[in-house]
């Protein structure tokens, strides 16, 4: 980059794209401006892309991407000219601003891209993967189509692939993503995307594509490089990696051994990194008494925090927490509020509680028909609870006619369940000679 950039534009590239911290974004942006404002040509395409494009985490601002995208062509950039007909914007006073061709600008920045430079590369093969080479010189015709666009898919991952070989991350992700995938005329290849991602490793920060990896490699079942790359996340304090081996130990199923105290101490280490599915599921440890002793004051503080962070399903279990009054007194709106909450997102949520606040008019108004309706819906997910509540209801004759025989049934399917308060309930039932349930 040294022979096409300022020391400070180069500095700012290294921070937006060849590293993988968020932290050092803004330090970067603030150097691209800073280029910008001592009007150095390319740096005004750099910041065009942090603002088309929200690279950096910037804010998109269509305008701001125009109006950087035109000083940098007035300046003579032509990666400002190829950035600008990326971003769909070469038209109008862009375009008017040019003072040679798009092909000009093209070879121009072929140019730097055979000589080496990772940025550079990275636009070409942009230009090969997005179909501006087919749209704006080669113009096949319909017969003609699908072999140019073959031959334009190799040679944009072969300019990505140069690129990422110099630690370009973008560059990176369409390279391993459009193998991956099988997208813009480049051929599925699950196998060859992870060969050569592997090629990859202490050339590019690949810290964001840890987890990608890891399931790719589950899917094909290899969990013994699965757990290498899991291992490698949590020696560079990825979180989700972290989470991703916490998860292995947890079930046992994947390569390794259950182990549910080694699960809980990875989860409370992707939770001091702050990740929200760290302390979720450090939190169902220990509500559930895996790696621990049992301790639902402490979860209940975990879960919230999850939630706090954004976690979905921590509301779900924090709706429990409040129903049954486990680490927190008992309240039924709060329960009733937590659930609607994830009725409104569209979320899962325990239906079985909701079934049962609403049979019994607990922190919602009564709707027997609404209430039977969700617990029988929860019964077909295979919730023993809920066949534990139809029971009682059937007992009781809550909303429907009491129903001695149906509420065996249910209890019977909540006891094989082994849900609790289900073998009590069929405990105070006994069969008559005739082979009929009553009361004792």
Same mark, same amino acid.
């Not at 291992?231 to 390794?256: F, H, N, P, Q």
């Not at 929200?276 to 559930?288: K, L, P, V």
């Not at 069929?426 to 069969?431: A, N, Q």
């Given at each position: 980059?040294?022979?096409?950039?300022?020391?400070?534009?180069?500095?700012?590239?290294?921070?937006?794209?060849?590293?993988?911290?968020?932290?050092?974004?803004?330090?970067? !942006?603030?150097?691209?401006?800073?280029?910008?404002?001592?009007?150095?040509? =390319?740096?005004?395409?750099?910041?065009? +892309?942090?603002?088309?494009?929200?690279?950096?985490?910037?804010?998109?601002?269509?305008?701001?991407?125009?109006?950087?995208?035109? +000083?940098?062509?007035?300046?003579?950039?032509?990666?400002?000219?190829?950035?600008?007909?990326?971003?769909?914007?070469? &038209?109008?006073?862009?375009?008017? *601003?040019?003072?040679?061709?798009?092909?000009?600008?093209? =070879?121009?920045?072929?140019?730097?891209?055979?000589?080496?430079?990772?940025?550079?590369?990275?636009?070409?093969?942009?230009?090969?993967?997005?179909g501006d080479m087919l749209l704006h010189f080669q113009k096949p015709?319909?017969?003609?189509?699908? &072999?140019?666009?073959?031959?334009? *898919?190799?040679?944009?991952?072969?300019?990505?692939?140069?690129?990422?070989?110099?630690?370009?991350?973008?560059?990176? #992700?369409?390279?391993?993503?459009?193998? #991956?995938?099988?997208?813009?005329?480049?051929?599925?290849?699950?196998?060859? *995307?992870?060969?050569?991602?592997?090629?990859?490793?202490?050339?590019?920060?690949?810290?964001?594509?840890? =987890?990608?990896? $890891?399931?790719?490699?589950?899917?094909?079942? +290899?969990?013994?490089?699965?757990?290498?790359?899991?291992?490698?996340?949590?020696?560079?304090? !990825?979180?989700?990696?972290?989470?991703?081996?916490?998860?292995?130990?947890?079930?046992?199923?994947?390569?390794? &051994?259950?182990?549910?105290?080694?699960?809980?101490?990875?989860?409370?280490?992707?939770?001091?990194?702050?990740?929200?599915? /760290?302390?979720?599921?450090?939190?169902?440890?220990?509500?559930?008494?895996?790696?621990?002793?049992?301790?639902?004051?402490?979860?209940?503080?975990?879960?919230?925090?999850?939630? +706090?962070?954004? =976690?979905?399903?921590?509301?779900?279990? @924090?709706?429990?927490?409040?129903?049954?009054?486990?680490?927190?007194?008992?309240?039924?709106?709060?329960?009733?509020?937590?659930?609607?909450?994830?009725?409104?997102?569209?979320?899962?949520?325990?239906?079985?509680?909701?079934?049962?606040?609403? @049979?019994?008019?607990?922190? $919602?108004?009564?709707?027997?028909?609404?209430? &039977?309706?969700?617990?029988?819906?929860?019964?077909?997910?295979?919730?023993?609870?809920?066949?534990?509540? @139809?029971?009682?209801?059937?007992?009781?004759?809550? /909303?429907?006619?009491?129903? $001695?025989?149906?509420?065996?049934?249910?209890?019977?399917?909540?006891?094989?369940?082994?849900?609790?308060?289900?073998?009590?309930?069929?405990?105070?039932?006994?069969?008559?000679?005739?082979?009929?349930?009553?009361?004792?």
């Amino acid at each position: 980059m040294e022979n096409y950039y300022s020391d400070t534009l180069r500095e700012g590239l290294r921070l937006l794209y060849f590293q993988a911290d968020p932290s050092r974004f803004p330090e970067g !942006v603030r150097l691209l401006e800073e280029a910008v404002a001592n009007e150095e040509p =390319h740096a005004f395409y750099f910041l065009a +892309r942090c603002y088309g494009w929200g690279d950096g985490n910037v804010k998109e601002n269509d305008k701001k991407a125009r109006q950087l995208s035109k +000083r940098g062509i007035e300046l003579g950039s032509d990666l400002c000219v190829l950035g600008a007909d990326r971003m769909d914007i070469l &038209k109008g006073d862009v375009e008017r *601003a040019m003072t040679k061709t798009l092909e000009d600008s093209y =070879h121009g920045v072929l140019a730097m891209a055979e000589a080496g430079e990772p940025m550079a590369q990275y636009a070409i093969g942009l230009f090969y993967f997005w179909g501006d080479m087919l749209l704006h010189f080669q113009k096949p015709s319909k017969q003609e189509f699908l &072999k140019y666009e073959k031959q334009n *898919a190799a040679e944009a991952l072969k300019w990505f692939r140069r690129s990422a070989g110099q630690g370009c991350i973008p560059a990176f #992700r369409n390279a391993f993503n459009s193998v #991956r995938n099988g997208v813009n005329g480049v051929e599925q290849n699950m196998e060859e *995307a992870l060969r050569w991602a592997e090629t990859m490793d202490g050339k590019v920060d690949m810290r964001d594509y840890y =987890h990608s990896l $890891i399931l790719e490699y589950q899917k094909l079942k +290899r969990h013994a490089d699965a757990i290498r790359w899991c291992e490698k996340g949590v020696r560079d304090r !990825v979180s989700v990696c972290i989470v991703d081996l916490g998860l292995v130990y947890l079930y046992g199923d994947r390569g390794a &051994k259950e182990d549910d105290a080694e699960a809980l101490r990875l989860f409370k280490m992707a939770a001091e990194c702050g990740d929200e599915y /760290g302390y979720y599921n450090a939190a169902r440890c220990i509500y559930n008494g895996w790696g621990c002793e049992k301790n639902y004051d402490e979860a209940f503080r975990w879960f919230d925090e999850a939630a +706090r962070r954004g =976690h979905q399903a921590s509301k779900s279990y @924090l709706a429990q927490c409040y129903f049954w009054g486990r680490g927190i007194e008992t309240n039924y709106e709060m329960a009733v509020r937590m659930m609607n909450a994830l009725l409104k997102e569209r979320q899962d949520y325990p239906k079985e509680l909701m079934g049962y606040c609403c @049979l019994y008019g607990k922190g $919602i108004g009564r709707d027997t028909i609404r209430g &039977k309706r969700l617990l029988e819906e929860a019964t077909q997910a295979g919730n023993g609870m809920a066949w534990k509540f @139809l029971g009682d209801m059937y007992d009781a004759g809550v /909303g429907v006619p009491e129903n $001695i025989p149906m509420a065996i049934s249910c209890y019977q399917k909540a006891a094989e369940k082994k849900v609790a308060g289900a073998a009590e309930a069929l405990g105070r039932y006994k069969k008559t000679l005739f082979g009929k349930w009553k009361r004792k």
